[in-house]
């Protein structure tokens, strides 16, 4: 039975992800940066399923190959998923369909063997244009800088260039734990500025400078703004934007202004190669800024490999040819393969805690269950204050976290008190990150925060040490299957319409449960199932009571807040921060 690689796109998802291939080719994006975007965009379709993750590779290589040329990472695992077809099952529905299927694999093997084709002539369609600025603005903005020095005197704006993008890095993750304690005037005016400082350190590279940038069809400066672009037009960034996203997206995980200079200064950041092509660096910045993307990206090569143990990701891209073509936007929770580093107490910009600051922080949460515990007791409410001030744990403590230990218990919210109460779980993982318990408890057993209570004290957790990386990340993971697991009941309740997944074997949530149960337990992220679903209190996750969920619902949230924030994900590991996404 012959087959003929153009049936690959018969299918709806190879479609798609051919079609999004072509048009960030007409973008002028090369070959290594349209890649990783797409693997970005398509994620958590191929990593929910066998099929979409081959299907995924195949239609890469394909379009590239009708394109000209093929990435190597990305025809390497299209023959990885042609060699184990396992898959196909999840593509076909009768025995006659898997055999067709086969013939367009055998076709897909001959043309990826071949020479490509020609390209065909691409008409770039330039999304953006750069003129250069006039003196009117050119006099404005160095006015403008100006006063920004004489605003700011604290700051050396002659050092290194990295020595003031890691003074905006500070100060701009300052600015968004401010949150709404500042007018819309401090705030914008304050964005405005930290953008300025951070853009002159970019204009100090030699490749780039400060122009005014208009969309593809913009007509003169009227209608640009002030952007940083590549001097050869390759690419450009908004200082604005860039910052202007952080503070406000509640959705920005990461501060990536040192990590996207960086990538910038050293050549790292994508660029268009062709005429008119000149890319914004507002996707890769996000990609940047997304910490569960390098496990993520790792998965996925391995998938495709087909390993079906999730690995750890790691500082170091696989060891396969072609790999570094693609624009690196790995990010590791921590370098190294070593435990956390244990050594620094300083507030992070990225990356992980150390142990001196998760010591302060489950410290801190300490108090607050000692306080509603203990203060509901007394007669008095147990006052913690002179003993947390004495000991430098007042400042540790978040701002609304100083209101509850202010409070008498009596006067608290009941609200404050349950969600104080559910810290337990935090706690707990924690302690255990900490070598004080010897494993997370199960997701349907709730902590005893008096029982927490005794297992520390500051004398106790003093000399603590973290737990390695590898092992905190898989307590990471398995925190976050079971949130994710409460997501999908809390959508059910919601009456949420599911929206189907192309070439995908669920048509429901529940389907959805029962496709993912087992892979669950494959991979050791929960014990065993039940009715092919997640196992708690002796039954199906679905069989919960509305209350039972609830309570569930809350260890999980509270347990996968403290393991991301453990795992670094926290901007500036601002535990209020923490985002808890599944």
């Not at 929910?48 to 190959?65: F, K, R, T």
């Not at 008409?123 to 700011?152: C, F, Q």
């Not at 969920?549 to 924030?565: C, F, K, Q």
Request: overall charge negative; hydrophobic content about 40%.
């Amino acid at each position: 039975m012959d087959g003929s690689t153009q049936e690959l796109f018969d299918d709806e998802f190879t479609r798609e992800v051919r079609d999004a291939y072509v048009a960030l080719r007409v973008r002028g994006v090369p070959d290594g940066e349209a890649t990783e975007a797409i693997l970005y965009d398509q994620r958590y379709s191929a990593l929910m399923s066998p099929a979409h993750a081959s299907l995924l590779w195949l239609a890469l290589a394909v379009a590239q190959w009708q394109y000209g040329s093929v990435v190597d990472l990305v025809r390497t695992r299209a023959l990885s998923a042609i060699d184990d077809d396992a898959w196909l099952a999840l593509w076909a529905e009768t025995p006659h369909a898997i055999e067709r299927r086969r013939a367009i694999l055998a076709a897909i093997r001959t043309d990826l063997g071949s020479p490509a084709p020609v390209a065909p002539a691409i008409e770039i369609e330039p999304t953006h244009r750069a003129e250069p600025l006039n003196e009117a603005r050119r006099a404005k903005s160095a006015s403008h800088l100006a006063a920004i020095r004489g605003k700011n005197p604290d700051v050396d704006f002659d050092a290194p260039p990295e020595v003031v993008v890691n003074e905006v890095a500070r100060r701009l993750d300052e600015l968004r734990a401010k949150g709404g304690m500042l007018t819309e005037d401090e705030r914008h005016g304050t964005i405005v500025a930290l953008g300025a400082m951070w853009g002159e350190q970019i204009a100090r590279l030699p490749d780039w400078e400060w122009a005014a940038v208009a969309d593809g069809d913009g007509h003169g400066e009227g209608n640009s703004a002030r952007a940083l672009v590549r001097r050869d037009r390759g690419a450009f960034v908004s200082p604005l934007l860039h910052m202007t996203w952080y503070v406000d997206d509640p959705d920005a995980t990461g501060n990536v202004t040192v990590a996207l200079f960086e990538a910038i200064r050293d050549g790292r950041a994508p660029r268009g190669r062709e005429a008119g092509a000149m890319l914004s660096l507002r996707d890769y910045a996000y990609r940047l800024s997304d910490l569960r993307w390098p496990e993520q990206r790792a998965q996925l090569v391995q998938r495709a490999a087909g390993r079906d143990r999730a690995q750890p990701a790691t500082d170091s891209a696989p060891d396969t040819p072609g790999f570094d073509s693609l624009a690196d936007t790995s990010r590791c929770i921590s370098s190294g393969k070593d435990p956390i580093d244990q050594r620094s107490d300083a507030p992070a910009t990225g990356g992980p805690p150390s142990a001196p600051a998760v010591i302060k922080r489950a410290l801190v949460l300490r108090s607050l269950l000692d306080h509603t515990i203990t203060g509901a007791r007394a007669e008095t409410p147990h006052d913690h204050l002179e003993s947390l001030r004495a000991s430098g744990l007042w400042s540790a403590a978040e701002r609304e976290e100083q209101a509850v230990l202010q409070t008498p218990v009596a006067d608290l919210d009941p609200l404050q008190v349950t969600a104080t109460s559910l810290r337990a779980e935090s706690l707990a993982c924690l302690l255990w990150a900490l070598g004080r318990l010897d494993e997370i408890p199960a997701y349907d057993a709730p902590v005893d925060p008096a029982l927490l209570l005794t297992l520390m004290s500051s004398d106790d957790v003093a000399e603590s040490g973290l737990r390695p990386r590898d092992e905190i990340e898989r307590a990471r993971t398995i925190a976050e299957i079971w949130h994710w697991r409460s997501r999908t009941r809390e959508l059910l309740e919601e009456g949420q319409p599911f929206p189907g997944v192309p070439a995908f074997p669920v048509k429901s949530w529940d389907d959805v449960v029962r496709y993912v149960t087992p892979q669950a337990v494959k991979l050791g992220f929960i014990p065993n199932a039940i009715d092919e679903d997640f196992p708690a209190l002796g039954r199906a996750y679905r069989h919960l009571s509305a209350d039972d969920w609830s309570r569930l619902r809350s260890i999980a949230m509270e347990r996968h807040l403290a393991l991301n924030w453990l795992c670094g994900f926290a901007p500036g590991n601002q535990w209020s921060a923490t985002p808890t996404e599944t």
